[in-house]
């Protein structure tokens, strides 16, 4: 599902205080990065990764192959900085990043 240019606007706004949860280096999507990726998702619906890679290309399709292989949304690249989501069905309103912000 894509997103409206007015939800990107309004989770890039609950990004932007976001810290990294996730670094991706050069090494590419590891079964631990996935799983820490997949748990980080489901726990905060939406999260801001850090991707270290050689030049603009390669760091593009490792956020492409980010995104696949969690089935999460891209909301915004910045530098090396991805912002990704991932609605949850039974979001934890403790941890959800999007019922804490919703107000925001």
Do not use: W
Not at 8 to 30: Q, W, Y
Not at 49 to 65: F, H, M, N, P, Y
Not at 66 to 76: D, G, N, R
Request: aromatic share 2%.
């Amino acid at each position: 599902m894509a997103l409206s240019s007015e939800q990107k606007k309004a989770f890039k706004r609950i990004g932007h205080h976001l810290k990294p949860v996730v670094m991706v280096s050069e090494n590419g999507i590891t079964e631990g990065v996935l799983a820490e990726l997949n748990r980080a998702l489901d726990d905060h619906e939406l999260i801001k990764i850090r991707v270290s890679a050689g030049d603009r290309e390669a760091k593009q399709e490792l956020i492409t192959e980010i995104c696949a292989a969690s089935k999460a949304e891209l909301v915004q690249v910045i530098g090396k900085m991805a912002i990704l989501l991932r609605r949850n069905k039974t979001p934890n309103a403790n941890l959800s990043n999007l019922v804490r912000y919703k107000d925001f």
